[in-house]
């Protein structure tokens, strides 16, 4: 069997109709970064396309909960890498971290925690996850190897060199 990678990571740019008059990535922008490189990313990676899944079988996931951490500025034009991992998962829901960093990785710029629901587009409530989507998540599930929450992860990703 393939192992899986459990950190995916990406790069983008950081576009001009994104930032605010000062030529930062907008605060708001962030997730939309994160989001769509992980959406990329699971389609690059796993040939997972969450898009196509939520037209043809009508699952998808929903947004519950999103922490962001603010480190640094993000810049027009600036090349960042996104990295992001499941963190966590249950039957009916994720654990998503992102981070982004500058091009070399030597400057955190945010990291994000975002709660994903799944969720039955037909019914218009969450919806366990299938067997065949847990036993993926046992493959690329990366758990934290401390015992943390969102504020000591921020934290201690800021302060390591």
């Known amino acids: 069997m393939e192992v899986l990678k459990k950190i995916l990571e990406s790069k983008m740019k950081i576009r001009f109709h994104d930032c605010d008059p000062f030529s930062h990535l907008n605060?708001?922008?962030?997730?939309?970064?994160?989001?769509t490189a992980r959406g990329d990313q699971l389609i690059d990676n796993y040939s997972l396309d969450i898009y196509k899944m939520a037209q043809t079988k009508g699952i998808g996931w929903v947004s519950a909960n999103t922490q962001i951490s603010y480190m640094a500025p993000a810049y027009l034009m600036e090349d960042v890498t996104i990295q992001t991992q499941l963190i966590d998962c249950s039957?009916?829901?994720?654990?998503?971290?992102?981070?982004m960093w500058n091009g070399n990785k030597t400057i955190l710029k945010a990291m994000m925690w975002t709660k994903l629901v799944h969720f039955n587009l037909k019914t218009q409530s969450s919806h366990p996850h299938s067997q065949?989507?847990?036993?993926?998540?046992?493959?690329?599930?990366?758990?934290?190897?401390?015992?943390?929450?969102?504020?000591?992860?921020?934290?201690?990703?800021?302060?390591?060199?």
């Open 91 to 99: 039957e009916k829901s994720l654990l998503l971290e992102a981070l």
């Open 27 to 35: 605060n708001s922008r962030y997730i939309d970064y994160f989001l």
């Open 132 to 161: 065949e989507l847990m036993q993926f998540f046992k493959q690329i599930i990366n758990p934290l190897s401390e015992e943390t929450n969102f504020e000591l992860r921020a934290q201690n990703l800021k302060h390591r060199k």
